[in-house]
């Protein structure tokens, strides 16, 4: 008999997809990580081209931004960018970017993309910019609705981005959010319920608990 949470999560994927679609959005479920790579370099597509990502434990944790450079395309690696008029040219880069790259910190049964961001780099780009978006997502990110999205972010998601990246928060140290304005990364919160631009923003749905 096969794993009945590998049946659950493809079933639910299913229906994701379907609200993704109506949102402008496509979606795929792919049941492993290296299949969601597979997929990954198949929707970057034939041709060289300049590839941006977001802050993601998802994608530096299993290799996606690997799979992008080796078959040939031009990440943009914004951590080689160090003085302010150097960053200034990666931001240039990442907007006009061919591809941005990122995960989600929750996605609704009903299709919607919840994120929470400190600068607001990631999210900005997600929303405006670069030709097309690919979110590479865990089902363990799945929520019933934005509310529940909202509460998992700050409760689950932050709290160990901010151990990660040594913030003074409460999260850090409670492991529960504390609405705390002090060295905090929750910042701006932006929920995405449709594409303008159909197709834009894609979604690889991955039956794995990538990230946080």
Known sequence: MSNPKEIFYE???????????QRKM???YCPDVESAKAKL??????????????????????????????????LIIR??????????ECKAKQINADFFLMSTNAITLDGELINIDGRGNRVS??????????????????????DDGIRRVRNIATP???????CKTPCAVTGKCGECFTDSI????VVT????????IKVILVGQELGY
């Open 11 to 21: 079933k639910q994927a299913e229906t994701i997809i379907k609200k993704l679609n």
């Open 26 to 28: 496509e979606g795929f």
């Open 41 to 74: 370099v198949e929707l970057l597509g034939e041709g060289k081209k300049s590839v941006a990502y977001g802050g993601s434990m998802t994608l530096d944790e299993n290799g996606f931004k690997d799979s992008v450079t080796a078959a040939g395309h031009e």
């Open 79 to 88: 951590e080689n960018y160090k003085t302010p008029e150097e960053i200034k």
């Open 125 to 146: 780009f997600m929303i405006y910019g670069p030709d097309n978006v690919i979110i590479i997502s865990g089902m363990n990110k799945v929520v019933v609705n934005v």
């Open 160 to 166: 160990p981005n901010c151990v990660r990246l040594d």
């Open 186 to 189: 929750c910042c701006q919160f």
């Open 193 to 200: 319920r449709m594409s303008r631009v159909p197709g834009r």
